[in-house]
């Protein structure tokens, strides 16, 4: 992970990255810088606690006064087994907690916190010794700048995206594209990016950035991590993030959503297109998420490299650098924001296509995305039955072989798997059962990809779809619900033959023609011109 333990990560936070690879200047779109480092200090000392319980041995308060937001830095901290950091925003009572092994997957430090104070409560566990903390620096906010391209007027709108996720301290942004929990961003983004934050809260109304609990911050994981900075075209950032502090949680287990990526790239122009990203605004709205609609006008060869970019027009402001782009029609991500060049007539944005060489070679987590050739089933038969027809797109990765699962949930029942009952050309046979069934039945399909990801439509895990069970009338003299008279109904005949004065049993109500609740030589007349023979309706 990257350490933020440096002032210098914030002093390499540049606003922007001005490229001459174009005729046309484009400008890497980072956030405007949204804090500085200070000089704090908070320290325990070395303490011990003899009893068997854990005890709060020391306590203090670090604050910065004006400061619309804290993040502390920690160091010489020793947090003995079973012992803990406390730390609690004065302003909305925001919580973090802090074990040894946290503490270090922090790169020594916290999440950020709202408000300009927050308390330390060193936690030593039952009897530890030698615990202890200091605090030397605190990143804090400062004025912002706002930083703007936008083409034309802004149309941006506000959004909530649950995949998409904003980048600290770099203030960029980056969204979640498979169950397998790996995002992408730009890499641009990646040297002064060490925390991912879901669910931003509006910013004040002087523009200041307000964060998410700790529970919705995510420290980077730094072995997963790959990246190209070599400007438009070939500049993206791949990895994941560390389990959080207090849900112990990964982001795709807490949000429950991904943007799958597509498999190409439009080729026909103009191709609309959805960016969802945290860029720079004024007020309340600013670096909290937006949604912008627009075309994708080309895709082009950036000159001098071989690096393809996606040319758009869609509002993009500083902050926006690693917006999933989408396209509109699919809702999958086709490439990765990363420059504006909407300053004048005539110009465009740009960005990575998720189908270029080294994004591609990057991507650890699979994309399988299922569809319906047939579409889905909104009716199910239940003296037949009913089948679903799947696909699998296989877009990274690769699949197991007939993993794909229909779940069923006969009313209010219990949910029952049932596997791949055959292989066609355009895929996967479920089939749902042949069950009593009130009123409907509940479903959602999962396939398993080969590195055990599993997928699961629909998504999240939360949400199924639902078919009304309908019961045909039966079709007369048809014994066995096979669809047919045949010698299979032929032969139970004579069992049911009563005569005229002998009333109807229950179990030859199929060979009852007539209405009058006998089976008699009337009814065989019915049989015999209702006999078509064997697979025959």
């Known amino acids: 992970m990257h350490s933020p333990h440096l002032p210098g990560a914030v002093a390499r936070l540049a606003p922007f990255v001005i490229l001459f690879a174009s005729p046309i200047t484009v400008l890497a779109q980072l956030g405007p810088p949204i804090g500085a480092m200070t000089t704090v200090e908070s320290e325990s000392g070395a303490l011990d606690n003899a009893s068997g319980e854990a005890v709060t041995v020391y306590e203090d308060v670090v604050e910065v006064p004006g400061a619309a937001f804290i993040r502390l830095f920690f160091e010489n901290t020793v947090l003995a087994p079973g012992s803990t950091l406390k730390l609690t925003s004065l302003l909305d009572g925001a919580v973090q907690h802090l074990t040894a092994e946290g503490l270090q997957q922090w790169g020594d430090s916290s999440a950020f916190f709202n408000g300009s104070a927050v308390r330390i409560e060193l936690i030593a566990g039952p009897k530890t010794e030698g615990n202890e903390y200091a605090i030397d620096q605190a990143f804090i906010s400062q004025p912002v700048i706002e930083l703007l391209t936008l083409c034309g007027t802004d149309d941006r709108s506000p959004s ?68 190209a900075t070599q400007g438009l075209g070939n500049d993206w950032f791949h990895f994941k993030c560390l389990p959080n502090t207090e849900t112990g949680l990964l982001p795709i287990e807490a949000q429950q959503a991904y943007i799958p990526l597509a498999a190409s790239i439009p080729t026909v122009f103009p191709e609309p297109l959805i960016i969802y990203g945290y860029g720079s605004d004024m007020g309340a709205d600013n670096q909290v998420q937006q ?96 089948s679903l027809l799947v696909a699998v797109e296989v877009v ?71 078919a009304v069970c309908i019961t045909p009338a039966p079709l007369a003299f048809d014994t066995n619900s096979d669809g047919d008279v045949d010698l299979l109904d032929f032969r139970k005949f004579p069992d049911c033959l009563t005569g005229p004065s002998t009333p109807l049993d229950a179990s030859c109500v199929y060979f009852e023609f007539n209405d009058d609740s006998r089976v008699d030589l009337l009814d065989f007349a019915g049989l015999q011109d209702a006999f078509t023979g064997a697979l025959v309706p």
């Open 396 to 466: 990274t990765g690769t699949i197991v072989p007939e993993s794909v699962t229909l779940h069923v949930r006969v009313d209010d029942g219990g949910f029952m798997a049932i596997p791949t009952g055959e292989v066609v050309e355009f895929g996967y046979v479920v089939a749902f059962p042949q069950a009593a069934c009130v009123a409907s039945m509940d479903y959602f399909v999962t396939v398993q990809a080969g590195d055990g990801t599993l997928f699961r439509d629909p998504f999240p895990d939360d949400e199924f779809y639902t």
């Open 160 to 227: 909530d995206h649950p995949a998409v996720c904003r980048l600290m301290p770099a203030s960029c942004t980056a969204a979640l594209y498979s169950p397998g929990g790996c995002l992408l961003s730009a890499g641009h983004c990646a040297a002064t990016t060490d925390v991912a934050q879901f669910n931003v809260p509006p910013s004040l109304a002087n523009g200041m950035l307000q964060h998410p609990p700790p529970s919705e911050q995510y420290p980077l994981d730094g072995p997963t991590e790959s990246m």
């Open 291 to 386: 949604r912008s609609d627009g075309p994708l006008i080309n895709v082009t060869i950036v000159p001098g490299t071989s690096f393809p970019s996606l040319r758009h027009l869609l509002d993009t402001t500083g902050g926006n650098s690693g917006s999933p782009m989408l396209r509109a029609s699919t809702g999958r991500t086709i490439g990765i924001h990363t420059h504006g060049g909407c300053t004048g007539p005539n110009m465009s944005n740009g960005g990575t296509p998720i189908t270029f060489a080294g994004v591609q070679g990057a991507l650890s987590c699979p994309v399988l995305v299922l569809s319906y050739p047939d579409g889905l089933v909104s009716e199910v038969d239940t003296l037949k039955g009913t």
